[in-house]
């Protein structure tokens, strides 16, 4: 669990302007799939905007996209295996 959530603080901590897209859409993939396994729905659902974002190249989508993300973050349950 520590790991997951230290994965999550380093994305959502990059720096924009000097990470390809292609690497962040990579990590935000990888990472929403982490989010799912520990609950973390809403985490899940903006990592998913941001590598679409990225994907897709535009620039003021990401930024707005890892916004939301860091809002999911801070707002979604504490990450959890289950019952």
Known sequence: MARYQSEVDALLALDLAATPFDNLAEQAHRVAGSAAAFGQTGLRAALVTVEMAAES???E?????????RAARDT????????
């Not at 989508?61 to 993300?69: D, F, I, K, R, S």
């Open 57 to 59: 190249g535009d620039a």
């Open 61 to 69: 989508a990401v930024a707005l996209a890892m916004e939301e993300a």
């Open 76 to 83: 979604d349950p504490d990450p959890t295996l289950g019952d």
